[in-house]
């Protein structure tokens, strides 16, 4: 026994039992790195799962790519019928004024023949004749 005690002894001198003295005393540290090194691997594994892109399956990506293409078709399109509506619009709004101008002389001249009918009833029957025949060139 005193023997194997001996080699004991002997051994635990040499430098594997240094190590293990060494990992003995700064245990605490150890432990609290791996603690650290987990967590920080942890975290960056949750930020990787949370900010990775989902890969779109081909066929899904490529009716995406054929709607995006048919989208800015549209797009296009749509300018081109915009042109055109301002291109109507303004021709609508000189329609419009043409028409108030036509109103407008239509009234100025309903107000001269109602006032030349409102005078026809003082007229002689000579201005009268006179009247007709300016009026409606006979």
């Known amino acids: 026994m005193n023997q194997l005690i001996s080699m004991v002894k002997k051994n635990y001198n040499t430098s594997e039992f240094l190590d293990v003295e060494f990992v003995r005393k700064n245990e605490p540290k150890i432990k609290l790195g791996l603690y650290i090194i987990i967590s920080l691997l942890l975290i960056l594994g949750i930020l990787w799962i949370t900010t990775r ?7 899904i990506k490529a009716t995406i790519d054929s709607l995006t293409n048919i989208n800015k078709q549209l797009i296009e399109k749509q300018k081109q019928i915009d042109s055109t509506i301002t291109v109507y ?7 419009d004024f043409q028409i108030d101008n036509i109103k407008e002389k239509t009234t100025i001249v309903r107000e001269y023949y109602h006032e030349v009918g409102q005078q026809a009833s003082k007229y002689t029957p000579t201005q009268i004749d006179s009247f007709f025949k300016a009026r409606y060139n006979y």
Do not use: M, S
């Not at 892109?53 to 066929?59: G, H, L, S, T």
């Not at 619009?89 to 329609?95: A, H």
């Open 53 to 59: 892109k989902p890969q779109i399956p081909p066929d």
């Open 89 to 95: 619009e303004t021709k609508v709004n000189e329609v």
